[in-house]
């Protein structure tokens, strides 16, 4: 096992447990949905995300001399509203209304085993309780920490509202499920790239700032960790278009080939698989130097970049 994946097995262990305090409970909410929540978030993802958010706080915590370990957990609500809004996304994204899907984190989909009113309701619920997490905490009274909060919310609604992934989705099923009497707008890879900046890319982006705003970044810091985010959130969406020729659905837990079948742009349907490759690498590239240039060059979020383009599910 490398250094690597000890860190990612420990950090996806402590943010596995802290999901597991932050969802809620029956007294407190019905069964029924604190059960579909908790269905698709323990369903076994990569954690992609709020790992990024707690290497993006121990990177501003090393650049500032300050203990990691209080960054890290000062970080963990953020870092856990961030999978539920990301998780939320996925159970509404494999509806019939939507990409229609059957096979995610490798279970069948949310719909599929509760049915979709409950479906529908748990990713409102997810999203809600993100919210909720993001306001409450981390519980601090200083004025600084208050800021940071909620500026941290305020990043994190950017990214998951209109303008960012709801945005990326309604260009999706633009392009892909037009309106009945309507022809789906065409793609071309200028508009592939922007659909995907929002879709997926925004909140990768955000994840990662929100890690750094609320380990006490200033705005340089997190600008430099924005850029890397924006470059490894790209790579990350070539490497899931290259995997959806290559991968297998074991390995992946959901059904590959579908964007191909269903005639989707695709970095590998436009480029091939090799110059998809390639481009995921000048993205890695990139997402380095941003990092050197900031002093970070060193940090577990180069370590998570060159993870993201070697990735095999
Ligand atoms: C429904 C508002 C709304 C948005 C849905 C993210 C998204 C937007 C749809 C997912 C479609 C998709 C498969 C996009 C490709 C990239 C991606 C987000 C893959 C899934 O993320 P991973 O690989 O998943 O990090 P795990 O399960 O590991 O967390």
């Avoid at 409950?118 to 809600?128: P, R, T, Y």
């Avoid at 990662?208 to 200033?218: E, K, L, P, S, T």
């Amino acid at each position: 096992m490398t250094d690597l994946d000890e860190y990612l097995r420990a950090r996806r262990t402590e943010i596995e447990s802290a999901l597991d305090r932050y969802l809620p409970s029956p007294p407190a909410c019905p069964p029924s949905v604190a059960g579909a929540m908790r269905y698709s978030v323990f369903a076994g993802g990569k954690r992609l995300r709020p790992v990024l958010t707690l290497a993006a706080a121990e990177a501003a915590a090393r650049h500032a001399e300050q203990s990691v370990d209080a960054a890290r957990r000062l970080a963990m609500p953020a870092a856990c509203a961030v999978e539920m809004i990301h998780t939320y996304s996925l159970v509404h994204d494999d509806l019939p209304a939507m990409d229609d899907d059957s096979l995610r984190r490798g279970r069948p989909t949310s719909h599929v085993v509760h049915g979709e009113g409950l479906a529908i309701l748990a990713g409102d619920a997810l999203q809600a309780e993100a919210f909720g997490l993001l306001a409450r905490e981390p519980d601090a009274s200083e004025p600084a920490m208050i800021v940071r909060r909620l500026q941290v919310l305020g990043v994190v609604a950017g990214a998951a509202g209109a303008a960012g992934m709801v945005g990326g989705q309604a260009l999706d099923l633009e392009a892909s499920r037009p309106p009945p009497g309507r022809a789906g707008t065409s793609l071309d890879v200028a508009a592939l790239e922007g659909m995907h900046a929002r879709k997926t890319g925004a909140l990768i982006r955000a994840a990662a700032a929100a890690g750094a705003i609320v380990a006490g970044a200033d705005d340089d810091l997190v600008g430099s960790i924005d850029t890397y985010a924006a470059e490894a959130g790209l790579a990350f969406q070539i490497v899931d278009d290259i995997l959806d020729v290559e991968g297998h659905s074991d390995a992946l837990g959901k059904t590959p080939g579908k964007d191909e079948a269903a005639g989707k742009l695709t970095y590998s349907a436009f480029y091939g698989v090799a110059r998809s490759r390639e481009l995921a690498h000048a993205c890695l590239a990139r997402a380095e130097e941003a990092l050197r240039r900031a002093g970070l060059g060193d940090s577990r979020l180069a370590d998570i970049a060159r993870w993201i383009v070697t990735r095999d599910r």
